[in-house]
Protein backbone atom coordinates (compact mmCIF):
# COMPACT_ATOMS: atom_id res chain seq x y z
CA UNK A 1 0.00 0.00 0.00
CA UNK A 2 1.21 3.43 -0.66
CA UNK A 3 1.82 6.27 1.80
CA UNK A 4 3.33 9.38 2.56
CA UNK A 5 5.18 10.95 5.54
CA UNK A 6 5.79 15.02 6.12
CA UNK A 7 8.82 14.98 8.52
CA UNK A 8 7.86 18.22 10.16
CA UNK A 9 4.13 19.62 11.25
CA UNK A 10 5.96 23.03 11.69
CA UNK A 11 8.84 24.62 9.73
CA UNK A 12 9.93 28.26 10.73
CA UNK A 13 12.21 30.34 8.51
CA UNK A 14 13.03 33.81 7.88
CA UNK A 15 12.26 35.78 4.89
CA UNK A 16 15.01 35.41 1.91
CA UNK A 17 16.31 31.99 3.17
CA UNK A 18 16.09 28.61 1.79
CA UNK A 19 12.61 26.38 2.43
CA UNK A 20 13.16 22.80 2.86
CA UNK A 21 10.38 20.42 3.37
CA UNK A 22 10.54 16.89 3.42
CA UNK A 23 8.55 13.71 2.62
CA UNK A 24 9.12 10.29 1.87
CA UNK A 25 6.67 8.05 0.48
CA UNK A 26 5.94 4.15 0.34
CA UNK A 27 4.83 2.54 -2.63
CA UNK A 28 4.89 -0.60 -4.31
CA UNK A 29 5.04 0.44 -7.98
CA UNK A 30 6.92 3.92 -9.56
CA UNK A 31 4.67 6.71 -8.03
CA UNK A 32 2.66 10.03 -9.02
CA UNK A 33 4.00 12.38 -6.55
CA UNK A 34 2.44 15.56 -5.92
CA UNK A 35 3.02 19.00 -3.75
CA UNK A 36 -0.02 21.13 -2.77
CA UNK A 37 -0.10 24.28 -1.26
CA UNK A 38 -3.27 25.91 0.87
CA UNK A 39 -3.78 28.93 2.12
CA UNK A 40 -6.10 29.61 5.14
CA UNK A 41 -9.26 28.75 4.32
CA UNK A 42 -8.82 27.67 0.74
CA UNK A 43 -8.82 24.82 -1.75
CA UNK A 44 -5.24 23.16 -3.15
CA UNK A 45 -3.37 24.72 -5.66
CA UNK A 46 -0.68 22.27 -7.20
CA UNK A 47 2.92 23.25 -6.65
CA UNK A 48 4.31 20.47 -8.93
CA UNK A 49 4.12 16.95 -9.72
CA UNK A 50 6.35 13.95 -10.05
CA UNK A 51 5.00 11.76 -13.02
CA UNK A 52 7.91 9.36 -13.91
CA UNK A 53 10.06 11.83 -16.34
CA UNK A 54 12.94 13.95 -14.78
CA UNK A 55 13.66 13.43 -11.34
CA UNK A 56 14.03 17.21 -10.31
CA UNK A 57 10.37 18.74 -10.95
CA UNK A 58 10.44 22.47 -10.87
CA UNK A 59 6.69 24.20 -9.99
CA UNK A 60 5.46 27.81 -9.46
CA UNK A 61 6.41 30.48 -7.83
CA UNK A 62 10.44 29.24 -6.96
CA UNK A 63 9.96 25.77 -5.66
CA UNK A 64 10.72 22.28 -6.74
CA UNK A 65 11.48 19.24 -5.61
CA UNK A 66 13.70 15.97 -6.50
CA UNK A 67 12.51 12.40 -6.66
CA UNK A 68 15.16 10.03 -5.43
CA UNK A 69 14.24 6.78 -5.10
CA UNK A 70 16.79 4.65 -3.25
CA UNK A 71 15.82 7.36 -0.37
CA UNK A 72 12.53 7.24 -1.13
CA UNK A 73 11.83 11.19 -1.20
CA UNK A 74 10.53 13.71 -2.73
CA UNK A 75 11.33 17.05 -0.58
CA UNK A 76 10.29 20.81 -1.68
CA UNK A 77 12.71 23.09 -1.51
CA UNK A 78 12.68 27.03 -2.48
CA UNK A 79 16.00 28.94 -2.62
CA UNK A 80 14.59 31.80 -0.98
CA UNK A 81 11.18 32.19 1.43
CA UNK A 82 9.10 34.73 0.70
CA UNK A 83 5.99 35.97 3.08
CA UNK A 84 3.60 35.29 1.24
CA UNK A 85 5.04 31.18 1.21
CA UNK A 86 3.76 31.28 4.47
CA UNK A 87 1.13 28.22 3.93
CA UNK A 88 -0.02 24.25 4.83
CA UNK A 89 1.80 22.18 2.29
CA UNK A 90 1.19 18.64 1.33
CA UNK A 91 3.16 16.07 0.16
CA UNK A 92 0.86 13.55 -1.69
CA UNK A 93 1.10 9.76 -3.77
CA UNK A 94 -1.69 8.54 -6.03
CA UNK A 95 -2.62 5.06 -4.77
CA UNK A 96 -2.93 3.89 -8.51
CA UNK A 97 -4.22 4.35 -12.02
CA UNK A 98 -7.17 2.47 -11.75
CA UNK A 99 -9.19 3.81 -8.60
CA UNK A 100 -7.01 7.26 -8.84
CA UNK A 101 -7.41 7.60 -5.13
CA UNK A 102 -4.16 10.64 -3.95
CA UNK A 103 -2.76 9.75 -0.56
CA UNK A 104 -2.18 12.48 1.46
CA UNK A 105 0.35 13.25 4.20
CA UNK A 106 -0.52 15.08 7.54
CA UNK A 107 1.01 18.49 6.19
CA UNK A 108 3.50 20.44 7.02
CA UNK A 109 2.83 24.45 7.98
CA UNK A 110 5.46 26.45 7.04
CA UNK A 111 6.18 29.66 9.11
CA UNK A 112 7.70 32.74 7.19
CA UNK A 113 9.10 35.68 9.60
CA UNK A 114 10.22 39.07 8.58
CA UNK B 1 -7.84 25.54 -18.11
CA UNK B 2 -8.62 22.56 -15.22
CA UNK B 3 -11.08 24.93 -13.41
CA UNK B 4 -12.90 23.39 -10.30
CA UNK B 5 -15.83 25.05 -8.60
CA UNK B 6 -17.80 24.81 -5.93
CA UNK B 7 -21.03 26.02 -4.55
CA UNK B 8 -21.74 27.21 -2.20
CA UNK B 9 -18.19 28.56 -0.58
CA UNK B 10 -19.99 28.32 2.66
CA UNK B 11 -22.77 27.98 4.67
CA UNK B 12 -24.64 27.90 7.84
CA UNK B 13 -27.34 25.75 8.39
CA UNK B 14 -29.51 24.17 11.12
CA UNK B 15 -29.52 21.01 13.15
CA UNK B 16 -31.49 18.86 11.11
CA UNK B 17 -31.48 19.92 7.91
CA UNK B 18 -29.67 18.94 4.72
CA UNK B 19 -27.12 20.75 2.77
CA UNK B 20 -26.37 20.53 -0.91
CA UNK B 21 -22.76 20.88 -2.14
CA UNK B 22 -22.13 21.24 -6.05
CA UNK B 23 -18.67 20.36 -7.46
CA UNK B 24 -18.21 21.38 -11.17
CA UNK B 25 -15.19 21.09 -13.78
CA UNK B 26 -15.86 23.92 -15.49
CA UNK B 27 -13.45 23.40 -18.64
CA UNK B 28 -12.98 20.06 -18.49
CA UNK B 29 -15.04 16.36 -18.38
CA UNK B 30 -13.73 14.58 -15.13
CA UNK B 31 -14.03 10.57 -15.41
CA UNK B 32 -13.89 10.91 -11.53
CA UNK B 33 -14.92 13.13 -8.74
CA UNK B 34 -13.77 12.58 -5.11
CA UNK B 35 -15.37 14.43 -1.67
CA UNK B 36 -13.08 15.10 0.95
CA UNK B 37 -13.66 16.76 4.21
CA UNK B 38 -11.44 18.52 6.19
CA UNK B 39 -11.51 19.45 9.96
CA UNK B 40 -9.48 22.37 11.53
CA UNK B 41 -5.43 22.29 11.41
CA UNK B 42 -5.89 18.40 9.47
CA UNK B 43 -5.09 16.34 6.17
CA UNK B 44 -7.75 15.97 4.03
CA UNK B 45 -9.58 12.70 4.64
CA UNK B 46 -11.63 11.39 1.51
CA UNK B 47 -14.94 10.48 2.19
CA UNK B 48 -15.79 9.09 -1.07
CA UNK B 49 -15.52 8.56 -5.29
CA UNK B 50 -17.58 9.37 -7.12
CA UNK B 51 -17.64 8.32 -11.16
CA UNK B 52 -20.00 9.63 -13.66
CA UNK B 53 -23.59 7.20 -13.98
CA UNK B 54 -22.77 5.02 -11.20
CA UNK B 55 -22.62 4.52 -7.72
CA UNK B 56 -19.94 6.36 -5.12
CA UNK B 57 -17.75 4.03 -3.59
CA UNK B 58 -17.00 5.43 -0.21
CA UNK B 59 -14.74 5.23 2.31
CA UNK B 60 -14.34 2.78 5.38
CA UNK B 61 -16.23 5.16 8.37
CA UNK B 62 -18.36 7.09 5.77
CA UNK B 63 -22.24 6.62 6.45
CA UNK B 64 -23.68 6.57 2.55
CA UNK B 65 -26.66 7.62 3.54
CA UNK B 66 -25.78 10.50 5.42
CA UNK B 67 -23.61 11.56 2.83
CA UNK B 68 -25.50 11.49 -0.14
CA UNK B 69 -23.57 11.63 -3.57
CA UNK B 70 -24.61 11.72 -7.39
CA UNK B 71 -22.74 12.22 -10.50
CA UNK B 72 -25.57 13.08 -12.89
CA UNK B 73 -22.46 14.70 -15.65
CA UNK B 74 -18.91 14.28 -16.65
CA UNK B 75 -19.24 17.85 -15.22
CA UNK B 76 -21.28 17.85 -12.41
CA UNK B 77 -21.14 16.20 -8.90
CA UNK B 78 -23.39 16.72 -5.73
CA UNK B 79 -22.41 15.55 -2.15
CA UNK B 80 -25.31 16.32 0.20
CA UNK B 81 -25.40 16.16 4.28
CA UNK B 82 -28.97 15.07 5.56
CA UNK B 83 -30.26 15.25 8.54
CA UNK B 84 -26.79 17.73 9.60
CA UNK B 85 -25.38 18.20 13.30
CA UNK B 86 -23.19 19.71 14.53
CA UNK B 87 -20.48 17.55 14.02
CA UNK B 88 -20.72 17.51 10.54
CA UNK B 89 -19.64 21.21 10.87
CA UNK B 90 -16.46 20.90 8.65
CA UNK B 91 -14.23 21.94 5.23
CA UNK B 92 -15.95 20.06 2.49
CA UNK B 93 -13.56 19.56 -0.95
CA UNK B 94 -13.82 18.36 -4.20
CA UNK B 95 -11.80 17.25 -6.81
CA UNK B 96 -11.80 16.23 -10.57
CA UNK B 97 -9.69 13.56 -12.22
CA UNK B 98 -9.98 14.75 -15.88
CA UNK B 99 -9.77 12.33 -18.26
CA UNK B 100 -6.81 13.62 -20.41
CA UNK B 101 -4.72 12.81 -16.80
CA UNK B 102 -5.88 9.41 -16.60
CA UNK B 103 -2.08 8.18 -16.59
CA UNK B 104 -0.90 10.24 -13.69
CA UNK B 105 -4.17 10.70 -11.44
CA UNK B 106 -3.66 14.47 -11.43
CA UNK B 107 -6.72 16.01 -9.61
CA UNK B 108 -7.81 19.30 -9.67
CA UNK B 109 -9.73 20.63 -6.54
CA UNK B 110 -12.27 23.07 -5.99
CA UNK B 111 -12.08 26.09 -3.18
CA UNK B 112 -14.00 24.20 -0.88
CA UNK B 113 -17.07 24.27 0.96
CA UNK B 114 -17.34 25.63 4.53
CA UNK B 115 -20.30 23.99 6.40
CA UNK B 116 -21.27 25.27 9.76
CA UNK B 117 -24.04 23.40 11.51
CA UNK B 118 -25.87 25.51 14.43
Known amino acids: AQSVTQLDSHVSVSEGTPVLLRCNYS??????LFWYVQHPNKGLQLLLK??????LVKGINGFEAEFKKSETSFHLTKPSAHMSDAAEYFC????????????FGQGTTLQVKP | GAVVSQHPSWVICKSGTSVKIECRSL??????MFWYRQFPKQSLMLMAT?????????EQGVEKDKFLINHASLTLSTLTVTSAHPEDSSFYIC??????????????FGPGTRLTVL
Open chain 2, 95 to 108: SARAVLALSYNEQF
Open chain 1, 27 to 32: SSYSPS
Open chain 1, 50 to 55: YTSAAT
Open chain 1, 92 to 103: VVSENSNTGKLI
Open chain 2, 27 to 32: DFQATT
Open chain 2, 50 to 58: SNEGSKATY
